[in-house]
């Protein structure tokens, strides 16, 4: 059995919407009840979810402020398209998100308590949402744009057999302030892994992907454990925590956020993620047995190419996968990082804040990502638009296509 293998399944779904209080809602389809939640109704043309006020400027809900050019990812289960946009009122260039509500299969409460539970973040490793409102029967999501893109564009753009050790626990550190502030709140992100970490081009990185997080604050008391599903969740299941999939009564906290980042990591250092390709019912065994997923490099190769844990020849090219393993070398500290993460014993695994102190992360002398894009040498960030054709008229409508047409290894993925 490989521990180099991921899975594509589908996913079990809850009745219950991902989030909670204190940031869900429960709504009605009344004005007030709109109004209440930072919605606003409008007109059947253009339905409002007013905005938050920046000090880069006034992202006010008008379409007339946003400059469309080129689709550079999608989500929302491919029910989205990410569009490379131009802010007029500013000139800064900035990323929205449409989404076809009519199209969609997500229930608008999921889209909304998103919405609401980024607008109450504030910390500079959360992706903000800059303004959101709905035209023509589509949710307009105005983000920052994060010119690197995600770390798995990085990885499929230029370093396929994973990033540098440097640039990864630049990565993995930011990862870790921003889960810190999310638990500090209570709050589950469930839902981390390479797509949902996006770079900018000054090399800060922010955590996206929201719209599974949970809270384990509810009725003004925060829980010891969380037993709720994540809804939609196939993408992410190669990442979750035995716990969360076992689905028993013992549940599981926020501590399963740090068993999502020890599968990261292997996939940001690896070049991909952990359980390639195993059948879920394999992938489950081997988590709940503790099987832990490794760095592949020199001193760990052995133990891939074993008897029960080699790498399977019909799902990667072993032979290429141990010559790189075998010319490369990861610290002892970035090794042990890993195991620490993917400990199956919640009394073992440290918490972010614990993580954030090991020895892995000592040389970052800078609380910054400063140096990040350096090491990210040869790509460039994607800040020059000018020669980028923008869309107009049909061009725009014709974006749809364009997104459906996309392989899953492209562009941001929310």
């Not at 010559?323 to 009394?347: I, M, T």
Request: charged content about 20%.
């Amino acid at each position: 059995m490989s521990l180099l293998q991921q899975c594509t399944c589908a996913s079990s779904k809850s009745k219950e919407s991902p989030t909670s209080v204190p940031y869900s809602r429960k709504h009605t389809n009344t004005s007030e009840n709109y109004q209440k939640d930072g919605l606003s109704q409008g007109s059947p043309e253009d339905h409002r979810i007013h905005s938050t006020m920046t000090s880069a400027g006034n992202f006010a809900p008008d379409t007339k402020h946003y400059e469309l050019y080129t689709v550079i990812g999608r989500g929302c289960n491919d029910a989205a398209g990410i569009i490379l946009t131009k802010h007029m009122p500013s000139g800064k260039h900035i990323a929205v998100k449409k989404t076809n509500l009519e199209s969609c299969d997500m229930d608008f409460s999921i889209l909304q308590n998103e919405v609401i539970l980024c607008r109450q973040l504030q910390n500079e490793k959360i992706l903000p949402i800059l303004t959101t409102f709905i035209h023509n029967h589509e949710l307009w999501t105005v983000m920052p744009l994060m010119a690197y893109g995600s770390c798995k564009d990085l990885i499929h753009a230029y370093f396929t057999n994973g990033l540098p050790e440097q640039a990864s626990s630049y990565i993995l550190r930011d990862t870790l302030l921003a889960l810190e502030y999310l638990h500090s709140k209570g709050i589950i992100h469930r839902s981390v892994r390479a797509s949902h970490i996006l770079v900018a081009a000054s090399g800060n990185v922010c955590l996206s992907g929201l719209r599974d997080a949970h809270s384990m604050i509810q009725r003004g008391q925060k829980l010891r454990i969380v037993h709720d599903y994540p809804k939609h969740c196939v993408r992410s299941l190669q990442w979750l925590s035995p716990e969360i999939l076992e689905q028993n009564l013992t549940g599981y906290d926020c501590l399963s956020d740090i068993y999502s980042v020890g599968i990261t990591a292997c996939e940001l250092a690896n070049g991909y993620a952990p359980f390639t390709d195993m059948p879920v019912t394999q992938m489950l065994l081997e988590k709940v047995n503790g099987t832990k997923p490794v760095l592949a490099d020199s001193t760990t190769i052995a133990e891939l190419v074993g008897h029960d844990s080699g790498i399977d020849s019909e799902a990667t090219n072993s032979r290429e996968i141990t010559d790189l393993a075998n010319a490369r070398k990861f610290s002892n500290h970035f090794h042990n990082f890993v195991e620490l993460c993917l400990e199956k014993s919640l009394e073992t695994r440290p918490n972010a804040s614990t993580l954030l102190g090991h020895s892995f992360f000592k040389h970052l002398k800078k609380r910054t990502s400063e140096m990040l894009p350096s090491l990210l040498h040869p790509l460039s960030p994607l800040t020059d638009i000018s020669k980028i054709p923008k869309a107009e008229g049909e061009d725009i409508d014709d974006m749809a296509e364009e997104i459906n047409n996309m392989s899953v290894d492209e562009g941001w993925e929310f």
